[in-house]
Every structure is written in C-alpha cells, then in structure tokens.
C-alpha cells in the first residue's frame, strides 16, 4: 500500500531525495508501483524513499532520472550532494538518523562505548580526535551533529530509551579523566530521567553474547529497525528476521544486566572511585 507520511524536505538529505521524488513522480501522473516497475524496484521500497525510511542508492537514482526525464537529471545530483552533505554524520548513517527521530523507543547495547546518543561533547570529541576522522572546524561539526542528536528527547512525546552498557566501558579511559568523571556523571543522571532505563552488564559476567559487537533498535509505527556497527561502517536494516534476532539479544542482555538502582549507583561509584 503506497506510504503518505508527510515529510519535512529540510529534516535530512532523504527527507529532501524522498520529497522531491514524491513531486515528480506524482507530476508525472504514475503511482509508486508503476514508478518502481520502470526503475527495477518495488512499489515498497519507492515508498520508502519518499517517506525517508530508506535511503536510495546510486543506481535507484539513476534510473529515476531515466524514467522521470522531466525532472531533468535532478534525482543524480541530489543523490551526489546527500553523499557530501552529511550534516555532522556520515551519509550511511543518514537512514538510522531518520529512524532515531521517528522512533517511538530505542534500545541500544554497547560493549566498548558509551551509546553516541547519551555521550558529553567532551567525550565525543576525545574519540573523534582518536578516531582521526577530522581537525578544526570539521571536528566541532562531527561533535556538534552527535549532540544534537539528542533533541529528540525534547520533543512533546519524546521516545523512551533504554540503553545496556558492559561494564568495561565505565572503566576504559577516553580522554582522561576529567572527561571520564562528567561522563559518568551525565550518565548517571540520564537514568534518572523518566522513561529512561540505563543498566550495566557486570564484570563477573564474563564471556557473554553481547561481546559479538554492538547495536541498536528503533521502534517506529509497531516495526523494528536495527542498527549494527561494523569497523568499517554501519549497516541499518528492517528484515523482520535480523530485527527478532537481536531483540532477542537485546532481552538476554537486559537479563544478565544490574537492576536499574544498582547499575546508577555503579556507574556513579565508578565515577568517584576512578576518575577523580
């Protein structure tokens, strides 16, 4: 069934691809599913690029532009800026953005870090000055991007979060130490806020299913959406079976966890007892 979801052409580089498509292809007078038997793609997946779900490749792109030539190329060179523009993120990231902002609750593991959407600037900074990924003003952009991330715990019906952390990360240096005391910290007070749960993963558990690397799960409109990080680069997905998958995990994780009051009360000894 075709997707209407009104979009923000300002919201993101595939709130704009999405909302430009929408125009011309109802210009041209062609529903999504005939759109996408000229292009090679499902009536699906043409809506969920308009509606900013999924972001298009470079060959969606090009045959958009093959099957709309009234639009002039146009679908090309949006597809050329959205890979330059990439808004305080890399482009990949673009669609879990999206789906951050959209999602009606998040859950996120991390084995090594602390979850980018509760990081100080301070400490996000220090990884990506370690990272080597930019200097100067590009730096303050990256670390600028990744805060405000965060707004959309601001909005009216904020989304709930709920985040499992190992306990290494408490503990690993990222920094120095100043930086490591308000992470902990900001940490700390992020689970007292409503519909917020933090937890850690102790120690003593050892060897556990989480290690095999981190991830995160956004719900939006009663479906799953997963993020996994790899060396390389991100992969987001909504196949209905890696998303039970690593919800699964998710739950094996959150079951090996401390209860809420202890992992805040862990994470604030930490603090004390470590880094200052």
């Not at 996120?108 to 979850?115: A, D, G, I, T």
């Not at 952390?165 to 930086?179: F, M, N, P, S, T």
């Not at 299913?209 to 680069?233: C, H, K, R, T």
Request: with cysteine; hydrophobic share 40%; glycine share 10%.
């Amino acid at each position: 069934m075709p997707l209407t979801r009104v979009l923000d052409p300002g919201a993101s580089p595939l709130a704009f691809f999405g909302s430009e498509l929408r125009l011309a292809r109802t210009a041209a007078g062609i529903s999504q599913e005939q759109l996408g038997q000229r292009i090679g793609y499902s009536a699906a997946q043409v809506g969920k690029v308009e509606t900013g779900e999924r972001a298009p490749s470079q060959d969606f792109a090009r045959n958009c532009d093959q099957a709309l030539p009234g639009a002039g190329g146009l679908f090309t060179r949006i597809f050329a800026l959205t890979q330059r523009w990439e808004g305080g993120y890399p482009s990949w990231f673009a669609e879990w953005i999206e789906a951050e902002r959209r999602a009606e609750s998040l859950c996120w593991w991390e084995p090594l870090l602390v979850p980018g959407l509760v990081q100080t600037a301070d400490y996000a900074r220090a990884l990506f000055e370690a990272w080597r990924l930019a200097g100067g003003d590009e730096l303050d952009r990256l670390v600028s991007g990744r805060v405000e991330r965060q707004s959309i715990f601001d909005r009216p019906q904020a989304p709930s979060l709920w985040v499992i952390i190992d306990e290494g990360v408490l503990r690993r240096c990222i920094g120095g130490g100043k930086i490591m005391y308000d992470q902990l910290t900001c940490l700390a007070e992020w689970a007292d806020r409503p519909n917020t749960t933090i937890q850690v993963v102790p120690a003593e558990v050892g060897a556990h299913v989480g290690l095999l690397g981190a991830f995160a799960i956004a719900s939006v409109d009663g479906a799953g959406i997963v993020y996994m990080e790899s060396p390389d680069q991100g992969h987001t997905t909504n196949t209905p079976s890696v998303v039970a998958k690593v919800s699964a995990t998710f739950d094996i994780l959150r079951a090996e966890a401390l209860p809420r009051a202890t992992s805040r009360d862990l994470i604030r000894r930490v603090a004390e007892q470590q880094w200052t």
